[in-house]
Each structure stands twice: as C-alpha cells, then as structure tokens.
C-alpha cells in the first residue's frame, strides 16, 4: 500500500481486511478491553506488550484511520485526537515544556494563535512569532538556546499567505530542533510537508478530511525521520527514562519511528485524554475515501471565481494562492503544483459597507464560522470571528475590514458564480 499513489491511500490505505472479514473498516464500539490474566494486562501497562486496553488511550477503528493518514503524508505513525486544536496542543507539549520556546510563523489560525500565545504561555512555554515572509537573518534572530520546535501552516487559515516549507525546516534543523507543520488547507492531496523536510504534521480533520461538516477532529502524524537521540539534550522527554512507564526510554524502546507518537499517546492522551469517537474516525474515514476527488473541485472552483473576481469592477483586491497576481504565486507552485486549497479572500471598493451588503445577499454561499465544506460557505471576520478587535488590531492581524473569506465548496462552479454577480449587484 505504502507505494500506492495519494488517491489509491485515499481510498485503500490503512486497512487490508483478511478473508471473510467486512470490507469497511468496523467500528470499535467499547471503551474497555478483555483479557485472560491480569499478567497479560501487566505487560499493557509497562508498554512490554502493544495491545488495547481503554479507549481514552487507545482504540481499533482510530487507530485504522489515522494509518491510513500517516500513508498519506508518508509518516511513519499516526494518532487521531478529538480536534485539530488538540492535535497542535499535544504536537507541542509532547517536546517543549515549562520553561522552553517555541518559533511559530504568525499568520496562523486565530485558535492556535490563542493556544500559543495565552493558553501555553501560562503553562510557561514561550513563542516568538516571526512573518512567513522573513528574511533568513530575521528567521535567524527567533530561535533561542531553550527552542523546542518551529512550528507553520502550509497555507495559512485565514491569510492565506503559503510557507517556504524548505527554508523553515532547514532553518530548524540548523537549530537541532524538528519543524511542525499544521497541513489543514492543502491536505496530502496537493501537498506532502514531509517529502520537503517537516518532521511533524498536523491537521484539524474538521476542514477538507471530513469535508462534510460533520465531525470536529484532529490528526498528527510523525515522519520518523527526527534524530531525538543526536539532540538528546534539548527532548529529555523522548531520550530519558518515563518515571511513569517503569523508567521506560521513548527513543530506545519504540525506535525514531515510534517514538514521539507512543509517548504522546502514552503520557498526553493518558492524562489530558482528547480521543477522538470511533464513531466520528469512521465517518472521518468515509470524508477521506473521496478527498482526492473533491480537492480537485474545490480548486477548480476557487480557481475560477478568484479570477471572475479578480476583473470585477466592484472588487478592490483577491488573494487567492493559485492566482498569477499572488505574491505567494511561485511558492504555491513549488509546493503544490496540482493546487492549493479552495478558500478565497476578497476585498470591496465600497469597504466594510459593500462587503456587509455583499455577505447577505448571497442564496448558495451560507454565512458559517466554518470553511472546507462540501457546501459552499463564508465570513466576514470583521464581524464573526474577530469582531472584538479596532480596525488598527484587524490590519496587525492581516485583516482588513473589507475582506470577506469565501469557502468554495464541490458545487456547479456557473451556479457559483452567478450567486456572487446577483450578490454584487445589489451593492
Ligand atoms: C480549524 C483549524 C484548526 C483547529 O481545528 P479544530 O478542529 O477546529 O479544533 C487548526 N488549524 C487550522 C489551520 C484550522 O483551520
């Protein structure tokens, strides 16, 4: 399976079921486990044996997923948590704890901003957040001698600005420390972070993996490929013996390959305890079987209405990654070549008026605090998502109070766009 192409893993990856097995993968639905001796269960508990035994550590049909997403991006192991914000919470914590710092591009998602720079830095973990269009002196300049991990969006939710995966990775691993990438809008259908040099990758499952609004969750998935032991110093959770696995050494028992994801499901979904449904990771796994298919919509479609956008008279600006206009045109087509994502960002000559007026008179696109949905959907953070902030807040945060940030969903792309044309021209 491992040399299948991306659509094949999409659809085959993760599960290979036996003679007279069911053909779909089943769902686990116990939380607990039997066993014959309490000798057996033991060797569970030190880690000498792999098994399930409670599902808030571990559990079949999660586990089947988050294989088949760990083919995808190429990594090694995989570990499903019950939300993307989980997901990069534990991606962190499992390497940087009190008293340590992290370097993270600042165009990020506005939940992972408030994780990093107030939830985590109450835990004592402290981030400097650098531009993804640095210069390498300023990239340079972030990391400290206590840097755990740098950490950036493929394409960034919702600036869309796209990072130079390479230069961060290798600006990371002059450091000695591994480069997190959170792969949410490009998914390992348009692009492998991996293949250029990320250690980790994230993802909020919620967007374009479910793909149907259905189920809120998270992956991460490791590439195998960090040497903990070569920088043992800085990981001391991942080379030093785990006093609450019987003095237990993460990078010695369960090799390069296993150990960052063993220890984060050992110790973190141990005691913080974010596991994700079974029943949410099977209707994940249906949202995965068809990604490779609804990708290519979502950005033919985004594609298409970035440029009838782009030449209409009542539109002031278009950020769009796949647009020639795009200052971030070339990076996009490094790193994605088949596309980027199907979200769109747009601004009106008329200002925030226009783009209010604009919002409500749309019949398809459905105003939601959500995006990558099969269904088409926007928002106008100036009003949602980020309504408590002055105009001078929203410009420091890359957003202006005119942008409108539109979903593009797998829908008649015509349908699309005369819904935008009647909605303009009512402003
Ligand atoms: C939505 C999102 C998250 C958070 O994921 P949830 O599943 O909502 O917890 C993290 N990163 C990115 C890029 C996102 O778009």
Redesign the pocket.
């Known amino acids: 399976m491992k040399n299948n192409r991306i659509e094949t893993k999409c659809v085959q990856g993760g599960y290979t079921p036996a003679n007279g097995e069911p053909r779909q993968i089943p769902i686990v639905q116990s939380t607990t486990f039997k066993y014959a001796t309490s000798e057996e269960m033991g060797k569970l508990f030190d880690l000498e044996a792999s098994g399930y035994f409670y599902t808030r550590l571990q559990n079949p049909t999660n586990d089947t997923v988050a294989a088949k997403i760990a083919e995808m991006e190429g990594g090694t192991a995989a570990m499903l948590t019950s939300?993307?914000?989980?997901?990069?919470f534990y991606a962190v914590f499992n390497i940087a704890t009190c008293g340590d710092h992290v370097v993270s591009c600042s165009t990020?998602?506005g939940?992972?901003y408030n994780l990093f720079a107030v939830t985590m830095k109450k835990m004592g973990i402290e981030f400097t957040f650098v531009s993804p269009d640095c210069t390498d002196e300023e990239l340079e300049a972030a990391f400290r001698p206590n840097t755990k991990a740098v950490f950036g969006?493929t394409i960034?939710?919702p600036a869309l600005t796209v990072l130079d995966i390479e230069k961060f990775a290798n600006a990371a691993h002059a450091h000695g420390v591994p480069l997190i990438i959170?792969n949410?809008?490009a998914t390992p259908v348009n692009c492998r972070p991996i293949e250029w040099g990320a250690d980790i990758v994230?993802h909020?499952?919620?967007?374009y993996m479910d793909g149907h609004g259905a189920c809120?969750?998270?992956c991460i998935v490791d590439s195998g490929k960090f040497d903990w032991m070569a920088h043992a110093e800085k990981f001391p959770g991942l080379c030093t013996p785990d006093d609450s696995y019987h003095g237990i050494t993460y990078c010695e028992k369960f090799g390069l390959e296993g150990a960052f994801i063993t220890k984060a499901t050992a110790q973190l979904m141990r005691d913080f305890g974010s596991i994700q449904a079974p029943q949410h990771a099977f209707i994940l796994n249906l949202g995965l079987e068809s990604l490779h298919v609804r990708m290519e919509r979502h950005c033919s479609n985004a594609l298409a209405i970035a440029k009838y956008l782009e030449q209409h008279e009542k539109i002031a600006w278009v950020e769009y990654p796949g647009l020639e206009s795009s200052k971030y045109y070339s990076v996009a087509k490094k790193y994605m070549p088949n596309g980027t994502c199907g979200v769109v960002s747009f601004g009106f000559k008329g200002g925030r008026p226009a783009a209010e007026q604009f919002m409500k008179s749309l019949k398809i696109a459905a105003i939601e605090t959500h995006?990558?949905d099969a269904r088409t959907c926007c928002l106008h953070p100036a009003s949602a998502t980020h309504r408590q902030m002055n105009d001078e807040e929203l410009i420091a945060a890359g957003i202006t109070n005119d942008l409108v940030r539109y979903s593009c969903g797998i829908e008649n792309v015509d349908d699309l766009i005369e819904d935008i044309a009647q909605a303009l021209d009512t402003i």
């Open positions: 939300s993307g914000q989980a997901a990069n990020i998602y939940g992972t969006e960034a939710n959170d949410t809008f994230t909020s499952t919620t967007k809120v969750g998270g995006v990558a």
